[in-house]
């Protein structure tokens, strides 16, 4: 749950206001205060990265600056989160902060109080907006899976061995501690069956076995994870022959 962001400066402000100054230059030097921008807008997050965030607030005669970022409406998802890290030069006051995925997604406010030496306060106030994107997945591949014997004799070990990648750029790499499964289909029919998994070596390489049982094809399948796509090798069929069950 999250979030109303405040950054809070207190500054003295150099100089004084003349005495006898004409109306219209008292005028030019009361307090003022404008959000010229909420950047990036809108707010894009996702799963896995952290969003930063900048909001660009203006004024002027102003000792001390608030800003409050909030769901447009109210919820119980919104709560206090670490002060916005604030850059103060003349009248420009710059407030940075995070967004992420516990930040809610849709319409939010944030809202700019400006105070002045003697006290007085002006709000100004912006939409802007907070999605939550899917991360992209790395693309992976199952490459050189093998199966052997293609020929065996009914109750007699089935090899299994392979190597999961995943794209790096223009390259493939290696992926390992991930766990690949190996899926059996007998022929004729349309469901494949578990069979065996196993995880990856320092390379991406895998070896299992299983039990021959009958004809059909087999497979390695890898199911993903929040960072790596799934994929699934081309299917290897298997001729098996005989009865009974050997060691």
Request: zero cysteines.
């Given at each position: 749950m999250k979030r109303i962001t405040v950054g809070l400066l207190s500054?003295?402000?150099g100089g004084s206001l003349l005495l006898g100054a004409?109306?219209?230059?008292a005028q030019r030097a009361s307090l003022s205060v404008h959000i010229d921008s909420v950047n990036p807008n809108p707010v894009v997050v996702t799963e896995d990265r952290d969003?930063?965030?900048t909001v660009e607030v203006r004024t002027t005669e102003?000792?001390?600056v608030e800003l409050r970022l909030r769901p447009a409406v109210n919820t119980l998802a919104a709560q206090d989160a670490p002060e916005a890290k604030l850059f103060h030069e003349g009248d420009l006051w710059r407030f940075s902060t995070r967004f992420d995925s516990d930040d809610i997604e849709g319409r939010w406010?944030?809202?700019a109080d400006a105070y002045d030496k003697d006290g007085k306060k002006l709000t100004d106030q912006v939409n802007f907006s907070v999605k939550h994107e899917q991360a992209?997945?790395?693309?992976t591949r199952i490459a050189s899976f093998r199966v052997s014997p293609t020929a065996v004799r009914k109750g007699h070990s089935v090899y299994f061995t392979g190597r999961l990648e995943v794209r790096d750029r223009r390259h493939w790499a290696g992926v390992r501690n991930e766990e690949v499964g190996i899926y059996f289909r007998t022929r004729g029919s349309s469901a494949w069956k578990w069979v065996a998994s196993t995880d990856t070596g320092w390379r991406g390489q895998f070896r299992t076995k299983a039990r021959a049982t009958r004809d059909g094809e087999?497979?390695?399948v890898f199911e993903g994870d929040r960072r790596l796509d799934d994929s699934t090798s081309r299917s290897v069929r298997v001729r098996v022959w005989g009865g009974g069950w050997h060691r």
């Open positions: 500054a003295a402000v004409s109306p219209a230059s969003t930063n965030v102003a000792i001390r406010l944030a809202i992209r997945k790395a693309e087999y497979r390695a």
